[in-house]
């Protein structure tokens, strides 16, 4: 008998562990709540809690490259060359994991390979929008995408939502950001379940104390 939950591929750097907060809300949607079926594809999969998880290779030429100074240049190369290519790796982990359907946080290394991969498997797409990389300034500059790459990535951003199966948006200004979308949902992030029980007896009551 097929297992009701479909096997999701998740495929993106914002993997789920307890490094970082957007980290942390994966971890509590995908792991903790231990209810959905999923598996990670990641360039970087160290730490990732999820059960079933698979790191995605680097052409070798690229890793070392952005090991010298034109870090900048392939890194910005490789933000393009991943929409229009995808590498053996990727199929072969889709033909283990045998995933129902592609998900992906947009950023500017996977999302592209997890686009391809929805169209060239004809799977569902699911894109949970948690930021605007391409033109945040979190990035050291070494791998930040040059204003005319930011610009197409952004544009590819729109083309994938509007491609999308189900959009999810992490507030009411992304989702305006992206002209909303027909099956988009704002899903904020969560924080933790924790067991809250009454005091046996009524607490003093004393001045609050404020830390500035």
Known sequence: MKNETPKILFIGGTIPDTTCGA????????VVKRDLNVAVASLNIDGCTAAENYGLKENRIIKRLRRTRYCRI????????????????????????????IFTIPENWHPGLAYQLARKMKLPLVVYHMDLM???????????????????????YRLMTKASDLVFFTSEGMERWFEGHKNGVVLYPIGAEETISEPATAPEIQPAVIVY
Do not use: C
């Open 74 to 101: 392939t890194s910005n190369y490789t933000y393009i060359a991943n929409w229009l290519r995808m590498g053996r790796d990727l199929h072969h982990i889709a033909e283990v994991a045998k995933p129902d359907l």
């Open 134 to 156: 391409p033109i945040n300034r979190f990035e050291p500059i070494s791998v930040r995408p040059y204003p005319w790459v930011s610009a197409w990535l952004l544009k590819q």
């Open 23 to 30: 980290r942390l809300v994966m971890h509590r949607h995908f």
